[in-house]
């Protein structure tokens, strides 16, 4: 393995524990809220809350941040030229905050009415005044999210990445403070102490990283510099990004819409069911993208094709063979896991049931969702953030299509379902055009990798599903049985796709065990 290569790894593998634990401390936090609230209207406007806050975020910071910030200023680092790259932070920083203080001051007198657009169903429910008190204590997060998302962007130039990696599980442990601290039962709207804690822990995720900023040797001017040929150059590559968020959001409104006319705790099924979705995504595939994205503009910068193609190559190998048999066995320990995380307090078995439905279907899609956290950042490595949106829109569309066509025979099913389609859809024309655009991507490895890891899940799979029906009747269903259940077929999963995996010589296999021999070596 190359020297970059190990880099990359390592700062992969820190990130994936450091995933590991916010996703962990996540599901607390989720799990707590499931047994004080249940599954029903409260925690369906606690998650409706999130999607203005969340909207401001994304337009403004995070697309910005992951395809015109980090590539452009990984450039000025690259060639040397630190202090015009700070010009160029400074300006960005400086308009991204006075228009996002419009915005969140717009937002908070313009509340109701968002929201009764994008969830109709919550005014005939009453549901719409909890919504609207929530999202207004929840508009005070993008600023300190912004603070943070852009200081992120700094150190990870830097190829610094565990400040926000810490800065994630403090975030979580606030958000698990002040909601256990707060929540009553008997009083529905204590679910605000959640919405507190979320926008502590986004401040703490910020000042976790001021001393790493520091030391980087942080430049700030009061400056809005319109005519440097960095800013502008970010504005260019930011502005399809914007558009695309904008037209996600048109995603998360229809999704919301549909969910709001279903059974109370249709929205809550669908998030939770998400939650347990995007772990993966986020712990493996997130993880191994944000390590790997400096380097891919690294190499695209100084025009090093063969290795920005055995960067992507080796990155989407590696996700796929992490992600596969990680989405069959949640498809086959889906009751387990849910019963383990959530069915306590005000949670009941029937909201395990229904939270099973969404899970099924979003399990499906675990892979192309991991896969398409990469394959945007080689094309924003490349500067050309126009393809990855016209391809999203193109998904979007193909999303919205699959909600309309199956929300009516698979009621929130059908929700997570296109969701699924959509990812599958986006993640194969991200790779066609890819292909055309670096002449090859090792797309032979890839296909081959995916094929492998498909074999080996499935027989995985089958050995969980006897382990599952010979243990189930003897040992009940109830929390406990639950967790032997879920633990022991984790078990048996592992060593049974590692088994197959050594047995089929993959590559990856390789390399991960390598990379286990060289901690514990060291220990």
Do not use: C
């Not at 313009?110 to 919550?122: D, H, I, K, S, W």
């Not at 401040?203 to 900023?213: D, H, R």
């Not at 892979?367 to 490349?382: C, E, G, K, T, W």
């Amino acid at each position: 393995m190359s020297s970059t290569n190990r880099t990359l790894v390592k700062a992969a593998g820190f990130l994936m524990a450091a995933q590991l634990a916010s996703r962990i401390l996540g599901f607390l936090r989720e799990s707590l809220m499931a047994g004080f609230f249940g599954q029903g209207s409260t925690t369906d406007a606690y998650n409706t809350a999130f999607v203005l806050p969340d909207l401001l975020y994304w337009l403004l910071v995070g697309g910005v941040l992951s395809a015109a910030f980090i590539p452009v200023f990984s450039e000025y680092i690259a060639k040397g030229k630190e202090e015009e790259g700070w010009r160029v932070v400074s300006s960005v920083v400086n308009l991204i905050f006075l228009t996002l203080g419009l915005l969140i001051f717009v937002g908070l007198i313009f509340t109701p009415q968002f929201l009764r657009l994008m969830v109709p169903g919550f005014v005939k429910t009453g549901n719409i005044g909890m919504a609207t008190y929530l999202t207004r204590i929840l508009l005070i997060q993008p600023l300190f999210m912004a603070l943070s998302g852009i200081t992120m962007g700094i150190l990870n130039s830097y190829k610094i990445f565990w400040p926000s990696a810490l800065g994630t599980v403090l975030y979580n442990v606030s958000v698990i403070l002040f909601g256990t601290i707060l929540a009553n039962p008997a009083k529905p709207n204590s679910i605000s102490g959640f919405a507190f804690g979320v926008v502590v822990g986004a401040f703490v995720s910020f000042a976790v990283q001021i001393p790493s900023l520091r030391k980087v040797g942080v430049r700030y001017y009061p400056i809005i510099d319109w005519h440097n040929p960095g800013v502008r150059r970010i504005g260019a590559l930011a502005v399809p990004i914007i558009i695309s968020y904008s037209l996600n959001q048109i995603q998360v409104v229809v999704n919301n819409n549909f969910g709001s006319s279903l059974l109370p705790g249709s929205i809550t099924a669908v998030w939770y069911s998400y939650r347990l979705f995007q772990l993966p995504v986020g712990i493996f595939a997130l993880a191994i993208a944000v390590a790997t994205f400096p380097t891919m503009t690294e190499q695209a910068a100084l025009k090093q094709w063969d290795k920005l193609r055995q960067t992507i190559s080796q990155a989407v190998r590696m996700v796929i063979f992490i992600t596969l048999p990680i989405s069959v066995g949640m498809i086959v320990l889906r009751y387990p896991l849910i019963r383990v995380l959530f069915q306590h307090g005000h949670f009941t078995a029937q909201d395990t049931l229904t939270t099973a439905i969404p899970l099924l279907y979003f399990a499906l899609g675990i892979s192309s969702q991991s896969v398409i956290q990469i394959l945007p950042r080689a094309f924003y490595a490349l500067q050309d953030t126009w393809t990855p949106v016209i391809l999203g829109v193109i998904s979007m569309v193909i999303n919205i299509l699959a909600m309309v066509l199956l929300i009516h025979p698979l009621a929130h099913g059908g929700l997570a379902f296109a969701t699924t389609i959509a990812a599958f859809a986006n993640m194969l024309l991200l790779l066609y055009v890819l292909r055309r655009r670096l002449g090859r991507i090792d797309g032979w490895a890839m296909f081959w990798t995916s094929v492998k890891s498909l074999v080996a899940s499935l027989l995985m799979a089958l050995v969980i599903w006897a382990w599952s029906g010979l243990l189930t009747p003897l040992i009940g269903i109830r929390t406990m049985a639950s967790v032997i259940i879920l633990m022991t077929g984790t078990g048996i999963g592992v060593v049974v796709f590692a088994g197959m995996a050594k047995l089929l010589r993959m590559e990856e296999f390789t390399q991960t065990m390598g990379l286990v021999n060289r901690k514990i070596g060291k220990r």
